[in-house]
């Protein structure tokens, strides 16, 4: 990886795949080491008092730390500096032990961390009004995103950091100028790398230049080499592949001058790939073996990833399909262990949580009196609930005790119509026997009585 925000990319299968590598513009902006050493800074600490002077001695000693890729002990520094900073309720303080939290963080390959370490500093420096702090906080932000994957995110974000850049160059005095043109030129690069990510080869060769035209007028060789190096990129996507060695080799040559580890590595691996496409099977093994060698010591896992994606390119293209795989399953394993679905949805909540966070700062902040009345308002509708509440048991129990008459008044009716239903049973069947007696009696003396003709033969007989 390269701390010129340079753009690193690999081929698969002769189709270009780009891969993000780029320093935070914190790190090149406000943490730009100005000539001092561990060993000043340590003597600095050791005199110093519990007040802002040491916190900022902290959170330098953790930036010099994690530019030596020494992450644990930078982060212990800049916990101590976050710590102190609280304690003094120093908020710049806060705001710079988070960035270089973030920035340790995004280089182990911890990015919902990195966010969330991010989004902090993002939040106090809204608090303060510190528009400087808000653009590279968001560049920081934008460049985590573009990291991912997350294109639209990390275009919003650097968008928003590049305007409030330019308006501070247009006011800026020529000490200030030249900070701000740092960070500008890093967030046209980074601009250049998202565009380029998504396809737009020409849009990403503008902000290049642009970047690499600030870097030149400043002199940062450092910086020159990022901006080299994704020019090379373009050259080499658009087949010109002799002027991309060329600004390859040009870049190489400058990081080698300043001993840079991690843009060595990044560039073996950008010449290694480069020689992939050119079938050069030897240069290009030779190189990405370098470049691991390099990550490996430096513990930067993205790099590693990369190194082994090109050997396994390097040993199918020979035919050694054994080694292939072993290198295969390097790459995927480094691949699971930085982007994952659990890293997706804690950067998800992460982002989230800022955004809640951002807006109870602000509604402090310019409606203090407003959030009284509403916690006034509030506590009144909590009492009001209460009542609603009470009333509402109150309701329910006299409803039951209703529900309890009405059953028993429903129990009792229904007893009493079965004493009736009973009792018409009864009534029924007496009603039965009397006239069942009835008509038998009927019977007999229908058998007894003689009938109207008999009777009327026997009176003519004797009347004869």
């Known amino acids: 990886m390269e701390n010129g925000n340079c753009l690193l990319r690999l081929d698969q299968m002769n189709l270009p795949r780009i891969i993000i590598i780029i320093f935070c513009c914190f790190s090149i902006s406000i943490c730009k080491a100005q000539?001092?050493?561990?060993?000043?800074?340590?003597?600095?600490?050791?005199?110093?008092?519990e007040d802002s002077n040491?916190?900022?001695?902290?959170?330098?000693?953790?930036?010099?730390?994690?530019?030596?890729?020494?992450?644990?002990?930078?982060?212990?520094?800049?916990?101590?500096?976050i710590q102190l900073s609280k304690k003094l309720k120093f908020n710049r303080g806060v705001a710079f032990g988070s960035d270089n939290l973030g920035t340790i963080q995004w280089y182990k390959g911890n990015y919902p961390e990195a966010l969330k370490s991010y989004f902090v500093a993002l939040q106090i420096r809204e608090t303060n009004n510190d528009k400087g702090g808000i653009a590279v906080s968001y560049g920081n932000i934008a460049n985590v995103y573009l990291y991912q994957g997350n294109f639209p995110e990390?275009?919003?974000?650097?968008?928003?950091a590049i305007k409030t850049y330019e308006n501070l160059c247009a006011q800026a005095n020529d000490n200030l100028k030249?900070?701000?043109?740092?960070?500008?030129?890093?967030?046209?690069?980074?601009?250049?790398?998202?565009?380029?990510?998504?396809?737009?080869?020409?849009?990403?060769?503008?902000?290049?230049?642009?970047?690499?035209?600030?870097?030149?007028?400043?002199?940062?060789?450092?910086?020159?080499?990022?901006?080299?190096?994704?020019?090379?990129?373009?050259?080499?996507?658009?087949?010109?592949y002799s002027e991309a060695i060329i600004n390859y080799s040009a870049a190489m040559k400058i990081v080698e001058e300043i001993d840079d580890k991690e843009a060595m590595a990044g560039?073996?691996?950008?010449?290694?790939?480069?020689?992939?496409?050119?079938?050069?099977?030897?240069?290009?093994?030779?190189?990405?073996?370098?470049?691991?060698?390099?990550?490996?010591?430096?513990?930067?896992?993205?790099d590693i990833k990369e190194c082994y994606q090109g050997l396994t390119m390097v040993d199918s293209i020979r035919g050694n399909y054994k080694s292939a795989l072993e290198n295969y399953k390097?790459?995927?394993?480094?691949?699971?262990?930085?982007?994952?679905?659990?890293?997706?949805?804690?950067?998800?909540?992460?982002?989230?949580?800022?955004?809640?966070?951002?807006?109870?700062?602000?509604?402090?902040?310019?409606?203090?009196?407003?959030?009284?009345?509403?916690?006034?308002?509030?506590?009144?509708e909590i009492q009001q609930q209460r009542l609603y509440t009470l009333g509402g048991g109150i309701g329910f129990a006299m409803m039951l005790i209703v529900a309890g008459v009405s059953l028993r008044a429903y129990r009792n009716k229904q007893k009493a119509n079965d004493i009736i239903s009973l009792q018409k049973v009864l009534v029924e069947e007496k009603q039965k026997e009397i006239l069942d007696s009835i008509h038998y009696a009927k019977r007999i003396q229908r058998s007894l009585l003689p009938t109207e003709k008999y009777i009327h033969k026997t009176i003519n007989r004797l009347n004869d």
């Open 330 to 380: 390097m790459y995927i394993l480094y691949s699971d262990s930085l982007v994952n679905d659990e890293n997706t949805k804690l950067t998800v909540e992460t982002q989230m949580n800022h955004e809640f966070n951002k807006k109870q700062t602000a509604d402090s902040i310019t409606n203090f009196e407003h959030l009284k009345q509403e916690q006034l308002k509030h506590d009144q």
């Open 54 to 81: 040491k916190v900022n001695l902290l959170n330098n000693y953790s930036k010099l730390l994690w530019q030596k890729s020494e992450y644990d002990s930078a982060m212990i520094q800049a916990s101590l500096a």
């Open 178 to 240: 030249v900070k701000y043109n740092e960070t500008l030129a890093s967030l046209y690069n980074n601009l250049g790398n998202t565009l380029y990510s998504q396809g737009n080869v020409d849009g990403a060769l503008e902000y290049f230049l642009k970047a690499l035209k600030i870097r030149e007028a400043l002199g940062n060789k450092q910086d020159i080499a990022g901006s080299l190096s994704n020019i090379g990129i373009i050259y080499e996507e658009q087949g010109n």
């Open 154 to 160: 990390a275009v919003k974000n650097y968008s928003e």
């Open 267 to 302: 560039f073996y691996i950008n010449i290694g790939t480069l020689n992939i496409r050119l079938k050069n099977i030897i240069e290009a093994e030779s190189h990405l073996k370098k470049a691991l060698l390099l990550s490996f010591e430096i513990k930067n896992k993205e």
């Open 35 to 49: 000539g001092s050493k561990i060993d000043s800074v340590l003597h600095k600490l050791s005199l110093a008092k």
